[in-house]
């Protein structure tokens, strides 16, 4: 297959991705695999679920990305009592100066180029659908009228793994188009040292437009033109089979534990992702360590336990890591 990402934009890749990661980086600190993710998935036009226990900084550094990139950005707290039209936006009756009334549509707070749903379990599931048309087709639709939403379009809704009353688990469709799942763990004592250094004194560092949506645009473009061979995606797919329990390719730990593996969707986000992260690492093909570096993130929502792994708690990480480490990278 033809090289098809020159040396120049392989360098300038690398330059812009770090340069937009050291800005995020002076506010929040220790999350740097989080935050490398983050931006991966904006390249890659997905979504992010963040989940953590609160404190951790969930919010902050969506807010930091906004103000690392010059787009714009909304926020959604969302509540039992919110409905769809919150988030969409509704048609209401108009009256111009001659006392004519007409029907006006009002944007909701998706008409943005970054969408911070915060504590996203929290709505009802007809409130969180309506996110899906938006998150996938990039458009939203109220009546009989369609709305282009403008690119690049990110979700990053948070979630709290602890928070149980009140609370609403997203339907595995929706869990489907979030492109990765990241979890912040707690931060170790060091890190919270140096939050406690920028965060408890009169001024906190200020943080500086690196991206437009042209440049990202751009970024997306080159990403999207990595090459990758036949051998590294067969790898891709074998992992995945490997999670679905009734295929021949299936691990023996999903055959036990798993009621669900990752769908088609989940190959796709491991091959977008790979194609960044080789970037990242200055290779201009796709390795198979790229391909197995998104595995964990990308396919960890997308599989269902069964009844047996929920009774046993068990860690969809710990069943991931096993595929991992026993799908061979050359397929039979």
């Known amino acids: 297959m033809a090289n098809t990402v020159t040396d120049r934009q392989l360098d300038a890749f690398h330059t812009e991705f770090r340069k937009v990661h050291d800005e995020i980086s002076k506010v929040i600190v220790g999350y740097g695999d989080v935050i490398d993710y983050i931006l991966i998935t904006l390249l890659a ?17 969506v807010q930091t ?27 209401v009756v108009q009256e111009n100066e001659a006392g004519e009334k007409f029907l006006d549509f009002q944007p909701g707070p998706i008409f943005a180029n970054i969408i911070l749903g915060d504590e996203i379990n929290r709505a009802t599931p007809k409130t969180q659908s309506a996110l899906l048309e938006a998150m996938q087709e990039k458009q939203v639709t109220v009546g009989k009228q369609t709305y282009k939403l403008e690119e690049p379009f990110i979700v990053l809704a948070t979630l709290n793994p602890i928070e149980l009353e009140a609370t609403y688990p997203l339907p595995e469709a929706q ?56 051998a590294a995606q067969d790898y891709a797919i074998r992992l995945v089979m490997a999670t679905q329990p009734s295929t021949p390719l299936a691990h023996p730990m999903a055959k036990r534990y798993l009621r669900y593996g990752a769908s088609p969707r989940g190959v796709q986000a491991i091959i977008v992702g790979a194609k960044v992260r080789s970037l990242l690492e200055k290779r201009d093909e796709v390795s198979y360590e790229d391909v197995r570096s998104v595995v964990l ?3 960890r929502h997308r599989v269902i336990l069964n009844f047996e792994g929920e009774a046993e708690r068990v860690d ?10 026993e799908v061979p990278e050359k397929g039979k």
């Open 45 to 61: 036009r997905g979504h992010v679920l963040l989940e953590g226990v609160p404190g951790l900084g969930k919010t902050k550094l």
């Open 65 to 91: 990305l906004s103000a690392a990139l010059d787009l714009k950005s909304s926020r959604v707290q969302f509540t039992p009592d919110l409905m769809p039209a919150d988030i969409v936006g509704t048609t």
């Open 175 to 230: 869990l489907d188009r979030f492109f990765v799942k990241l979890r912040m763990e707690y931060p170790d004592a060091d890190s919270i040292h140096t939050i406690l250094d920028r965060t408890t004194y009169l001024d906190e560092p200020a943080i500086e437009h690196v991206w437009n949506g042209p440049k990202i645009l751009e970024l997306r473009a080159t990403a999207l033109a990595v090459p990758i061979s036949t």
């Open 297 to 299: 993130p990308a396919l």
């Open 316 to 325: 969809p990480d710990v069943i991931l890591k096993d595929i991992i480490q």
